[in-house]
């Protein structure tokens, strides 16, 4: 049944996002973003922007290409060999592919959390401190504490953990690891956070929290999701994107995208016939 | 027509016995490996055993001012150059007086080793009043008195096939009547380097210089096979053909007999940089070359188990490369680096033929002070012992394997807690 429609599904042209993919004042702006694996290209063409202290929800089936995009904002894709990326990515109106831009610069101010939460094998504190000494941001050690504390508690992680800071990360359960990332890398204040599928691996309660947390850190950062889940998109996003087969096919207001989708395939995939 | 469930059952004792016939497979190949592994050492232990003691002879010894030579004087280079063996000789003739004809004297002398009038030297240069007294010390006793002690010489025997001969039997009878003869802790065996004399050779110079070679081979091959494993495994150029060509050479150069690394370290250490033989110096360096390979193996393999979740977290939060493996990847590969390193090392501890390359095969009998002393390892000391007919050097070479083995398992225990330990941190 799925394949026939599926089969059906190519004969429909992309040949422009529909929506309103551009707006005004962006915090990022991608223009003409193609990106390859070796011969393989994954993304066609990409153009959106994403708006200050929004949360801007990606969806898609798996293999569409939305987590390659996400990762070409903080150029995580620069670690993969063969991948080239064209097209103009702007952070602030800025090239981040430019040559003078340094990675490491780039992902102190755009932040990513992983869809498996990744905490270091070290204690609770040193996660969340291992930015900060990093990139020195605290002078000393009362000053490393106190923005520990302050992470912790904005990443709604700290009452539980209060008292087991030296514990390791590792050996919290799946949800608090997550907040312990995010905590992590809101502990080094970056501009924008990136977050890959963040809560795939977590049960509902957990998943809840996280998205509580999402909101909440929304008034302060620009925040770009991956999601499988079209609830959560809908529950947390401002705007939506939906990818597929590595074109961005459609780009609005996330209600506008799941009450009155312009195109046909983002129809069927929030109708849930397709993907 | 037969259900599925029929076909199944009739199926399925066949299906049993097969796994039934595998396990005894199994098993079978297990049990025979043991019973090898535990005859072998069942025989290292009983040959190598006797080793660990050793027989002493209590003779009074007359310690003559004018046999010692001495002509009065008592400085201690007088005292160090005098008449020693003529005391003994004396005091033995006195033991067991009228002992004629050349060969019966020789054999006299020889009940007791050759190293007595040393440790006499030794024991009156300490305690210089104990000249033109009267003292009753303890001597070595020559190896064939001492195996004969050991019960490896059959009394039953006839006298021509024996090692020793019925009088010399019956004087060690009379000594053992006068409680005159003891077994003790073969202390010298651990305190002593070679000796062409099996009762004074002990192992104390092989294993120094074993410890002198393992810290030149440690010290060069962990941080050099660690720094290549992460450059190839975390900075090297993915599907680079040299990268490719270092990678097969690293492969093939672990399978490389060990003695071409011999071969190898003659023409380039010895011959080109003209390093002296025999030295921990040059056996660490050869050693390092065959080492390498299996650490950076072992590393490497370490490197690449690290989860690549753990290299985004740190590059997500900018930390840079350098940083990301340094500050994570590495010590959380440590474990697997560190067990590779010991059980490469464990490897070159028990190496012997590159080493008969580059001359530590040499007799040599002081213990080495420094990596630039000539000296031996215990697995060449090994063989060196095993090629001597005496019967007491076999009973050495088996303890000198014993304690190489002893050796061997502290190393790969020493891997297992390091792991351990390191594995409870993360």
């Known amino acids: ?275 | 027509m037969i259900s599925n469930t029929k076909k199944i059952k009739n199926k399925l004792a066949k299906r049993y016995a097969k796994e039934k016939r595998f396990q005894i497979y199994g098993l079978s190949a297990i049990a025979i490996s043991i019973a090898f592994l535990l005859s072998l050492l069942i025989n290292i232990s009983t040959t190598g055993f006797p080793a660990f003691q050793q027989t002493y002879i209590n003779i009074d010894v007359d310690i003559d001012s004018k046999l010692l030579n001495l002509d009065g004087k008592y400085s201690e280079k007088a005292l160090f150059s005098a008449n020693y063996r003529k005391v003994v000789n004396q005091s033995l003739k006195t033991l067991f007086p009228g002992v004629n004809g050349r060969k019966q004297k020789k054999a006299l002398r020889q009940l007791i080793s050759k190293s007595a009038r040393y440790q006499l030297r030794d024991f009156v240069i300490n305690n210089p009043d104990v000249i033109d007294t009267k003292q009753s010390l303890w001597f070595l006793a020559r190896d064939d008195v001492d195996v004969f002690m050991k019960g490896g010489i059959d009394r039953s025997l006839p006298e021509s096939d024996r090692r020793l001969k019925n009088f010399q039997l019956a004087w060690i009878d009379r000594l053992l009547a006068e409680n005159r003869l003891e077994k003790r802790f073969n202390i010298n065996f651990f305190t002593q380097g070679d000796s062409r004399e099996p009762e004074q050779a002990g192992i104390k110079g092989a294993m120094i210089g074993s410890f002198l070679t393992m810290l030149v081979t440690m010290f060069l091959s962990f941080p050099i096979g660690v720094s290549a494993a992460i450059y190839l495994e975390e900075f090297a150029p993915k599907n680079n053909r040299w990268v490719d060509i270092i990678e097969i050479n690293i492969n093939n150069l672990a399978a490389v007999p060990s003695i071409v690394f011999g071969l190898l370290g003659l023409a380039v250490f010895i011959g080109f940089f003209g390093i002296p033989r025999s030295i921990p110096l040059i056996g660490g360096l050869v050693l390092t070359l065959m080492t390498l390979p299996t650490i950076i193996i072992s590393s490497r393999a370490a490197l690449k188990a690290v989860s690549p979740s753990i290299r985004e977290a740190a590059l997500g939060l900018g930390a840079s490369r350098v940083q990301t493996t340094f500050h994570h990847v590495v010590p959380a590969a440590m474990p697997g680096i560190l067990t590779g390193t010991i059980i490469g090392m464990a490897q070159a501890l028990g190496e012997t033929a590159p080493l008969l390359m580059i001359g530590m095969v040499a007799f040599i009998a002081d213990v080495p002070q420094s990596i630039a002393d000539p000296s031996t390892v215990l697995p060449v000391q090994i063989y060196l012992w095993s090629d001597s007919p005496e019967r007491a050097f076999t009973e050495r070479t088996s303890a000198a394997i014993m304690v190489l083995l002893g050796l061997l398992i502290v190393m790969n225990l020493l891997a297992v807690i390091m792991r351990r330990k390191f594995e409870k941190k993360r």
């Open chain 1, 1 to 275: 049944m799925i394949n026939i429609e599926k089969r059906e599904e190519f004969d429909i042209e992309i040949d422009k996002t529909v929506g309103k993919p551009f707006i005004n004042d962006a915090k990022f702006s991608t223009r003409n973003v193609d990106v390859f694996y070796g011969e393989k290209q994954a993304i066609f063409d990409a153009n959106i922007d994403i708006g200050k202290n929004q949360i801007i929800a990606m969806i898609g089936s798996s293999g569409c290409g939305k987590s390659t995009f996400l990762r070409c904002l903080n150029r995580m894709n620069d670690t993969i060999q063969d991948c080239h990326i064209s097209g103009d990515i702007r952070l602030d109106d800025e090239d981040i592919y430019q040559k003078q831009q340094d990675p490491v610069l780039l992902r102190a101010r755009v932040g990513m959390v992983f869809q498996k939460p990744n905490p270091f094998p070290k204690s609770i504190y040193d996660n969340v401190a291992y930015g900060a000494k990093l990139h020195g941001l605290a002078s000393s050690k009362i000053e490393l504490d106190e923005l520990v504390e302050k992470s912790l508690i904005r990443a709604g992680l700290f009452k539980e953990v209060k008292d087991s800071l030296h514990k390791p990360g590792t050996s919290l359960s799946g949800g608090q690891q997550q907040r312990l990332c995010i905590a992590r890398t809101i502990a080094i204040d970056p501009e924008v956070i990136l977050m890959d599928e963040p809560t795939s691996a977590l049960d509902p309660i957990a998943t809840a929290v996280i998205e509580e947390l999402m909101i909440d850190l929304s008034k302060k950062y620009t925040i770009a999701i991956v999601t499988h889940s079209m609830q959560q998109a809908a529950r947390v996003s401002q705007r939506t994107a939906y990818f597929h087969l590595g074109y961005v096919v459609e780009v609005n207001d996330t209600n506008i995208v799941f009450t009155n989708p312009e195109h046909q395939l983002t129809e069927n995939y929030i109708t849930g016939r397709f993907g």
